[in-house]
């Protein structure tokens, strides 16, 4: 009996013992089978009971059973904690601190062209000229013919075309066509009314292409903003005061502005626009754009008569623009894609 009174009372503190060690569910589960199970050791001790004489059997049946039920209840309350500490392990884990600041959202900036193609636009916006877009795969016709560039004029030779369907469909090597695009449409419709060609203030601005070596001045892509006036006695004064007012409103009032002789051969006489200020590139004099009066051919070819109308004409890159303005020293920046360059200008 003392033996066997024992063996429960050790099993008894024992499985106490080693369930007061437990923290996960399957080390539970073994502890269970091990010690309550069909073949536990307490159900083998209580088996053992009928080896026992008759009249110590209902004390020793009470201590079993009291032990088994004492083991039993501590199974319950373990499970219970085991329970409750896995919940608020989870509750911890989904803890969510509605006080912390949020992370702020990736905000986009404008790409340095659209900033300066902005700033173009506005300016000539209030000198009351229309902001125009035309296509960029244009007829040979529009980029070169009406421009008084006919076939085989060594004039070609300053732009390397891509040719879409050789030879009348080209992407367009320059923003120009929009000048005899606009002035044929214009007179075009004036005289179905039969009126008088009106006066025009257009400003273009838009993508071009070229076959052209890559490098940190040029890009096979890129803009430009072309300037168009036509209008009864317009004169070299009216394009330069017109130009200079532009510089001063992009480079600030104390730019320096200067013509110099070019060769466009839809203009004469055409000019290179310089400016000159302290704050760019040391004050030296930097060419901005090409400019000229409309060329009377061009006039006439596109419906106006150029002994009534004259007109100047401007064509600028607002990529350089851009460069000179914030420092830029590689064109290859604008169109590359890379944040590192582009997130400098996100406004
Ligand atoms: N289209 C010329 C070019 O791409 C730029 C230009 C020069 C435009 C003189 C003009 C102009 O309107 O008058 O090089």
């Known amino acids: 009996m003392h033996d066997w009174r024992r063996t429960v009372d050790g099993l008894r503190e024992q499985g106490l013992r080693e369930l007061s060690a437990i923290s996960d569910p399957q080390a539970l589960e073994r502890w269970r089978v091990g010690y309550l199970g069909r073949r536990g050791a307490l159900t083998d001790a209580l088996r053992g009971l009928s080896r026992l004489p008759a009249e110590e059997r209902p004390a020793a049946g009470q201590a079993a059973n009291d032990a088994k039920r004492a083991l039993e209840a501590a199974l319950a309350e373990r499970e219970g904690a085991l329970r409750e500490q896995a919940l608020s392990r989870d509750l911890e884990e989904e803890r969510l601190d509605v006080t912390m600041p949020g992370r702020p959202p990736a905000r986009g900036g404008l790409h340095p062209t659209t900033l300066i193609l902005r700033q173009i636009t506005a300016f000539f916006g209030g000198l009351g000229y229309q902001v125009v877009e035309g296509p960029e795969v244009e007829l040979e016709k529009y980029n070169f013919e009406m421009l008084n560039i006919p076939r085989d004029h060594p004039a070609r030779d300053m732009f390397d075309t891509m040719y879409v369907r050789p030879p009348e469909v080209v992407l367009r090597t320059h923003t120009s066509p929009m000048q005899a695009r606009v002035m044929e449409a214009r007179s075009e419709e004036a005289r179905a009314q039969h009126l008088p060609a009106p006066p025009v203030r257009v400003v273009v601005p838009g993508r071009c292409y070229r076959y052209e070596a890559q490098d940190a001045t040029h890009e096979w892509m890129f803009y430009q903003v072309e300037g168009l006036a036509v209008d009864v006695g317009l004169t070299m004064a009216d394009l330069k005061g017109t130009l200079a007012a532009f510089a001063r409103h992009m480079f600030g009032s104390d730019v320096k502005t200067r013509f110099r002789c070019d060769y466009f ?82 406004s």
Do not use: C
């Not at 109308?309 to 890379?338: H, Q, T, V, W």
């Open 265 to 346: 051969p839809f203009v004469e006489p055409g000019v290179d626009f310089s400016i000159s200020t302290p704050s760019v590139r040391g004050g030296a004099w930097l060419e901005i754009l090409g400019a000229g009066m409309v060329h009377p051919r061009v006039l006439r070819m596109a419906g106006y008569d150029p002994d009534a109308y004259n007109g100047f004409a401007f064509g600028m890159g607002p990529e350089r623009i851009a460069m000179l303005k914030y420092g830029i020293s590689d064109i290859r920046g604008f169109y590359s894609n890379d944040l590192r360059f582009l997130e400098q200008f996100a």
